[in-house]
């Protein structure tokens, strides 16, 4: 069994959590594998901020960003992908952030506008930037201005279907009877 780290005078995890843990780590798999807009080598636009979403308004910011660390190593090795725990670290944040903004919360613009700016400028600009920088030694002149780019777009166009996707009426219902 494994103990509900969240919330220490609950019990244990039950096997439906546990398997719903499991299905959304799938569903953030196969997201890993919808195919990215690449904007040159070191900007992509893609859909995986959706599963990170999810699995936080689902689980909270605690599961979600355990989630978001297997996620990130599994899909690297599935892929062929050299893992870098900077990257790996992100992720984990990001779901912690959707999990603090959206965890038993409405799913209003607001909520969903903040917990969107928090990973875009925190992790996005912020973290994601300085691994970059690391990794690949350019000159930030080099990578900045296009990040900034992307990530001035896919503020309201993340935003925008976040929205959308938590203000369906089936994935409403599905994050109100799962939700842990």
Known sequence: MIKNSTNPSQKRLTTLQVSLLGIILGLRIVLSFVPSINLGNLVQLGVGFIGAALSGALFGPWYALILSLFNDLITSLLQGKNIFLGFTLSAGLGGLFYGYFLYRKPASWKNIFFAVLSVTLIINLGLNSIWIKMMYGKAWAVFMPMRIVKNTLSL????????????????????????F
Do not use: E, G
């Open 156 to 179: 309201p166009l993340n935003t925008i279907i976040l929205y959308f996707v938590f203000n369906n009426r089936t994935v409403k219902s599905f994050i109100n009877k799962y939700q």
